[in-house]
């Protein structure tokens, strides 16, 4: 089990940099906002949908 909170706050904040950076790999930017979805608490699979 994942549990929410598991990023530190830099942590977080370079994956929220990643993710509004229009010219990251579009990939790289969906597995950066997964796991800041993980992060606020949502499970695997409510991110799979």
Do not use: T, W, Y
Not at 23 to 32: P, S
């Amino acid at each position: 089990m994942i549990h929410p909170g598991f990023l530190s706050f830099e942590d977080r904040r370079e994956l929220e940099a990643c993710v509004r950076r229009h010219r990251v790999d579009h990939g790289v930017a969906r597995r950066a906002n997964a796991l800041l979805l993980l992060d606020d608490g949502k499970s695997c699979a409510q991110i799979a949908e």
